[in-house]
């Protein structure tokens, strides 16, 4: 059965609960790092600068999802 947090969604989105999920995953990080830095190059080589917009939003909300997601989805 699949781990309850104790804390909400919108408690999870917190830049305390991020930094300190970040810390403990590190490598989930590193990832986020290289989705941040290349997802608006990709935008850009793919589609021109609308991409690059999109990937700049895409990146910026993988990192401030993935964290609650990851928790309610039980993969750590």
Known sequence: ???QPD???F???TGDH???FYEHHRRLALL???ILLLAPFAGLYVTGLLGSVIGVLLSVAAY???PPLWIMLDLQ
């Open 11 to 13: 408690e999870s989105l």
């Open 64 to 66: 401030y999802l993935t």
């Open 1 to 3: 059965m699949p781990h």
């Open 32 to 34: 986020m790092i290289l």
């Open 18 to 20: 991020r930094r300190r």
């Open 7 to 9: 804390f909400s969604f």
